[in-house]
């Protein structure tokens, strides 16, 4: 019968738990689940319509970490559209949002992020579109944990609000917006 020393067993244990050095094996959190609140601000950037329109208002989203790098989720913008000296709107949307990690600087991952999905506004929003409207964006951002269960997120984000022409050529105006957002998600 064939016995090893008990520190050549306890070595052996101890390497197939642990990741190669300089290697850092990915860690899911906790909880999986998070519930986001930020606010953001967006000013219309180029693809100008007749007036600039400046967008700000609350992003709350609910998302699920599916593997280490990428997350999946819900979000909804509850945004303020200024359209002076037109009336202003109210412009809510809801988007299904995809983020992934790309690297990360000690605690801090820094993340690209893309979504899609679709609006209903108070009026038309711009000037002579609709108020039905699809809505994508597209950004980076950043995250980094403050305590157990909260993460601070930010990042900044390109917003493209249009009705692709739901409604005829004539009345497709859209707004192309390059905004920041700032918050909170709870795990």
Known sequence: MLTLPAAVVAQSVDSTEQPTQGASAPQLPESLWGVEFAGSVFVESWDMNRFRERLGGAVVGVSRQ???RW????????????????GDVFLPSLCLMAR????????????AEV??????ASNEVPNHG???NLVSQTGVGVSRPVSAS????GG??????????LDGASRNPDIQAL??????RLH
Do not use: C, I
């Open 130 to 132: 609709t108020r039905f």
């Open 66 to 68: 599916m593997t280490s």
């Open 71 to 86: 997350r999946l989720g819900l979000e909804t913008n509850l945004l303020y559209v200024k359209q002076q000296p037109l």
């Open 150 to 153: 909260v993460d601070f997120v």
């Open 115 to 120: 979504g899609a999905g679709a609006s209903y």
């Open 100 to 111: 992934v990690g790309m690297f990360e600087v000690g605690k801090t991952v820094v993340f």
């Open 179 to 184: 905004g920041v957002y700032v918050g909170w």
């Open 156 to 165: 900044a984000r390109w917003l493209h609000v249009s009705n692709n022409s």
